[in-house]
């Protein structure tokens, strides 16, 4: 399920993540590759849901050859039910269930995190998506809502769902993403389980990614913030293990930022576009202290469009 490659190196896939990681994003980081597969962010599964209109968002050959998985999120079973057969039939071959987004909008509605709250609806949601496929069944999760009063039961209520795997971001809804991730309870949860555990949270660089593989044990590595700062995070670390290096140059930036805004260009209005490379530009600008400094200029900027924006950023990209 979740394989090593020849040298060793984990299986490493790209986390799904509401706003900055959409299509345009994911699209050019496909560019780049060195992950196994990717997760789309998540579709929701409202109770008065149209379901055929919800997952037409789902497009399987999207990042091909690399394979994209699709997650759902809700809280009626019957129609997270329905939504998993009709991904399999736009040919997803994996279905991730939502247990971990923190928004208070999506939570407020009995979904995302707020599942974590009753471990036996937690278990009824899952087995609802397993029973109603035959392609695997995953979960991704924090460690709870309010505490981890829960977290044991949690995770066992996933894996008695018969899903395949669990991912976990060892930090609670009311964390959110501030405090330092608890790489001990990925530790917990391996050693709980008899399912794959699958490490997420604070892998920044080769070095963590090297860490929480030690400290935990876990199965494999999904990395979502990172390759936002770094979209060469993955080849780095799969090179670690081939006793290489892998050196980006500037050509191989700039070209992914030009997939980014072309792909932008064909999606939204300009004003938009902006913004989101804006969004994009700062977490790049976090890869190292020089840029740091000039992040808030990035930030700032009034350019009128995006190509605009990119070429004042290449005067601090390109030195």
């Given at each position: ?261 072309a792909n932008m260009a064909q999606e ?41 924006l990119l070429e004042y950023a290449k ?5």
């Open positions: 399920m979740l394989p090593k490659d020849p040298n060793g190196c984990p299986y490493l896939q790209l986390a799904p993540m509401e706003g900055v990681g959409d299509a345009c994003f994911r699209k050019a980081i496909g560019t780049v590759g060195g992950f196994d597969e990717a997760v789309r962010d998540f579709l929701r599964i409202p109770t008065n849901a149209h379901i055929k209109s919800i997952v037409k968002g789902y497009n399987s050959e999207e990042l091909a050859p690399i394979p994209l998985a699709a997650q759902i999120m809700g809280s009626d079973t019957d129609l997270m039910a329905e939504a998993a057969q009709e991904l399999v039939q736009k040919g997803a071959k994996r279905i991730d269930v939502n247990c971990g987004c923190p928004s208070n909008t999506v939570t407020g509605k009995g979904a995302g995190s707020s599942l974590l709250k009753e471990p036996k609806f937690l278990y009824e949601v899952a087995k609802s998506v397993v029973d109603a496929v035959s392609i695997p069944v995953t979960v991704k999760m924090r460690s709870g809502f309010d505490d981890i009063s829960l977290f044991k039961e949690n995770l066992l209520a996933v894996q008695e769902s018969g899903a395949k795997y669990v991912t976990l971001h060892p930090r609670t809804k009311v964390e959110g993403y501030t405090p330092p991730a608890r790489w001990d309870l990925i530790h917990q949860a391996k050693t709980l389980l008899k399912i794959p555990v699958v490490g997420n949270g604070d892998i920044l660089n080769v070095q963590n990614a090297l860490d929480m593989m030690k400290q935990t044990g876990c199965d494999a590595l999904m990395i979502g913030r990172g390759s936002v700062i770094n979209p060469f995070i993955f080849h780095q670390i799969r090179a670690h293990f081939a006793k290489t290096t892998y050196k980006p140059t500037q050509d191989d930036l700039m070209k992914y930022l030009s997939v980014y805004l939204m209005p300009v004003q938009l576009q902006v913004n989101k490379l804006k969004q994009l530009l700062g977490f790049l600008f976090k890869r190292s202290a020089k840029l740091l400094e000039s992040r808030i200029l990035i930030l700032r900027s009034s350019h009128p469009n995006p190509n605009s005067t601090f990209l390109i030195n």
